[in-house]
């Protein structure tokens, strides 16, 4: 059975291999999803407070001045589990799509009342997923995209590469991160 238990956030012990990167707009956007929904995802720690999964949420706490944050301690892997585990925790879930028509009706439906940039998506993403694109031709549909094509996109560093992803996956495209 998984316990929460609230740590002092400075007591926690980042993980210095870390391959994942969490830039100062990524760090505000989970800021401020504390700020409106709480922390409702604590942090992955090992035995002895190292932390396996939450850099991103534990930076957003400290740049809150939170404390404490929930945390649960997650006993028993093997070194090579709690490595594998740090990686499988951010890739797996950039692995998901989106059903853009569901995600176009429910944003739709909480537009009036809640900020959509709160959500995570930058003004020009809610934009074409909102309003979608005119041409038909260019109209955001899983579906649209059955065949596969290559095209590799050279970025700058991890951040911009991340950026990149995440805006092509937003206006539906299938994307997959290799490094060369």
Same mark, same amino acid.
């Given at each position: 059975m998984l316990k929460i238990n609230y740590r002092k956030s400075g007591d926690l012990i980042p993980y210095v291999n870390n391959s994942r990167t969490h830039s100062d707009q990524q760090v505000q956007q989970v800021a401020s =999803?504390? @700020?409106?929904?709480?922390? /409702?995802?604590? !942090?992955?720690? +090992? #035995? +002895?407070?190292? !932390?396996i999964a939450g850099h991103g949420r534990l930076m957003a706490a400290q740049k809150?001045?939170? +404390? $404490?944050?929930? /945390?649960i301690t997650l006993e028993?892997? /093997? $070194?090579?589990? *709690? @490595?594998? &585990?740090?990686?499988a925790d951010n890739k797996l879930a950039l692995n998901a799509g989106w059903d853009f028509e569901t995600l176009k009706i429910e944003m739709e439906s909480i537009a009036e009342d809640f900020d959509l940039r709160l959500l995570g998506f930058d003004d020009q993403e809610l934009a074409n997923i909102i309003d979608g694109l005119s041409d038909d031709d260019n109209?955001? @549909? #899983?579906? =649209? &995209? =059955?065949?596969?094509?290559?095209?590799?996109?050279? %970025?700058k560093d991890e951040a911009h590469q #991340? *950026?990149? &992803?995440?805006?092509? !996956? /937003? @206006?539906? &495209?299938? %994307?997959?991160?290799? =490094?060369?």
């Open positions: =999803s504390i @700020k409106e929904f709480g922390f /409702t995802n604590p !942090i992955l720690i +090992d #035995e +002895d407070s190292g !932390i809150l001045g939170l +404390d $404490e944050v929930p /945390t028993g892997l /093997t $070194e090579a589990q *709690r @490595k594998a &585990y740090v990686i109209q955001l @549909k #899983e579906e =649209s &995209y =059955s065949q596969v094509f290559n095209i590799v996109v050279n %970025c #991340e *950026r990149v &992803y995440n805006e092509l !996956i /937003t @206006k539906g &495209y299938e %994307c997959q991160v290799q =490094s060369l």
